[in-house]
């Protein structure tokens, strides 16, 4: 089982900047792939990036590539997504969470454990 636990949303001004982090407690965080969906009102969760556990392979949403990066951290059992250049369309819940199957996925159904998710606003 792993516990996730994210921080770092807020309010910022379009084409602003902030750093998310998801911290897991729990057994073989480092066996897990990761990823980042976000959520807004009325609308399906939406893929923002994943990484697998060995760190070899990373995803983006191509509508994000450029702006969002995400890492990872094995030994501080953290992911970081570093959000630049943000738009208000960026304006959601976003939520981390642990994949235990083999492959990395932009699906979040395939996910199996979720986070509680951080809310970010960007102001026009």
């Known amino acids: 089982q792993v516990q996730l636990v994210e921080s770092g949303g807020g309010l910022v001004q379009a084409g602003g900047s902030l750093r998310l982090s998801c911290a897991a407690s729990g057994r073989s965080f480092s066996s897990y792939a990761m990823g980042w969906f976000r959520q807004a009102p009325g609308k399906e969760r939406e893929f923002v990036s994943a990484?697998?556990?060995?760190?070899?392979?990373?995803y983006y949403s191509d509508s994000l590539k450029g702006r969002f990066t995400l890492s990872r951290d094995n030994a501080k059992n953290t992911v970081w997504l570093q959000m630049n250049s943000l738009k208000p369309e960026d304006t959601a819940v976003y939520y981390c969470?642990?994949?235990?199957?083999?492959?990395?996925?932009?699906?979040?159904?395939?996910?199996?454990?979720w986070g509680q998710g951080t809310q970010v606003t960007v102001s026009s």
């Open positions: 990484i697998s556990w060995s760190l070899a392979r990373l």
């Open positions: 969470a642990a994949d235990a199957g083999l492959f990395v996925s932009r699906r979040p159904d395939e996910y199996d454990y």
